[in-house]
């Protein structure tokens, strides 16, 4: 079960972010110090193991490495890179401002009335490796230091999800995106799968599906969406792959959610002109995540 936590506002740390709930209730930005211990995994290494024969003892290294994680100069990279991207999407999303409160309630007509707020930076960013090379155990290292995925904000009526994570189907549909995406809201809220029953049905389409999907992505404040194994969609023919992709951009451009791609070098083949167009107008870039560009060690002493 999630833990949720009732919204404490700090005071803003540059001008551009007073006055904005959603951003005032997160953590404050780290350094990359904070960073560093954040992130950091020490596994138990128990005394008695030590002394046991080597072809016993390699088991126990199996446990030990999958719980080390020590911190290097991508980690901070990708840090700052998320906590940017959720603050600067926040920024046209201020449930604060009583006109932006009235679009929420207007759900039906999102699309066309939060777009007015837009700015033109494209809040894309992606994190592209060779599988076991770390990326998603890093995204999700990240990601944990944000203690709290849900904030509530009784002031304003609104419940707040920092970020949220989706796999991309395996068979790279539509509707298994949605349905991915609409399981993963549910875990979140800890809401015994409402919106999945709500939303999900044997009649429902493609188009009916995202609508629900940018809705109530809006309607919860996402600061960020992670789409791991972006390259599944490779597997899927070049029509539906380009109405997915394009269906992102949407999102980027009219509610202003950051979307941040995690996958294999494959994906690179899969961005259309627009999704390329739009990475390129990012502040934020693309991180090449693998075992040789990962080294520069933090020291944490300094």
Known sequence: MNMF??????DA??????GHPLINALPRINSPQQTAELIRRTPVVRPEEVILPAYIRR??????????LYPTKAHLQLEQTISSMIRQGYLSRNIANKSYQETLNSTAEFTQNVSRNAGNEALVSSVIGCSGAGKSTAVEAVLAGYKYQVIMHPIFQHVQIVWL??????????KSLCIN???????ALDNNNQYEKQYVKPRSNAEMLLGDFARIAALHSIGLLVIDEIQHLERSNSGVSERILRFFVQLTNTIKLPILFVGTPKA???F?????????ASQFGSINWNRFNCSGIVNLAT
Do not use: N, Q
């Open 59 to 68: 088991h126990a290294m199996l446990r030990i490495m999958d719980g080390f």
């Open 272 to 280: 259309s002109p627009s999704m390329r167009s739009a990475r390129r």
């Open 13 to 18: 740390e540059i001008t551009e972010y007073e």
């Open 268 to 270: 690179y083949e899969l």
């Open 181 to 187: 995406f609409f399981r993963a809201l549910d875990l």
């Open 165 to 174: 994570k989706v796999e991309c189907p395996h068979d790279a549909s539509v």
């Open 5 to 10: 936590k009732t919204a404490t506002y700090i």
